[in-house]
Nanobody
Framework: QVHVVESGGGLVQPGGSLKLSCAVSGLSIRDNEMRWYRRPTGEGREPVAAISSSGSPNYTPAVKGRFIISRDIIKHAVYLEMNSLYPEDTAVYYC???????????WGQGTQVTVSS
């Protein structure tokens, strides 16, 4: 059984930084793609960043240069380091694990990030 659990959300001032963590069990993050999505209040869920099984990162243009996705294979964890945060980055952030073997995806419960002074 696959479990995906995010942590690290909170309140941060504009221009500040925050690092989200995603703990994954039941699925190898080394062999599969991991993604971060976010859902601003009242809007749909949108992709933020992804890291492939080979470790290559990809970012949506809105966060490129500010956010960094990384992974720790030994700790079975994926991270999203968010810098130079804007109020429009406020959203619930979700971690998503995609299994190449089964073509199934697994969502975490989400963690709230609020950027406000």
């Amino acid at each position: 059984q696959v479990h995906v659990v995010e942590s690290g959300g909170g309140l941060v001032q504009p221009g500040g930084s925050l690092k989200l963590s995603c703990a994954v069990s039941g699925l190898s993050i080394r062999d599969n793609e991991m993604r971060w999505y976010r859902r601003p209040t009242g809007e749909g869920r949108e992709p933020v960043a992804a890291i492939s099984s080979s470790g290559s990162p990809n970012y949506t243009p809105a966060v490129k240069g500010r956010f960094i996705i990384s992974r720790d294979i030994i700790k079975h964890a994926v991270y999203l380091e968010m810098n130079s945060l804007y109020p429009e980055d406020t959203a619930v952030y979700y971690c998503y694990a995609f299994s190449h073997q089964t073509n199934l995806g697994y969502w975490g419960q989400g963690t709230q990030v609020t950027v406000s002074s």
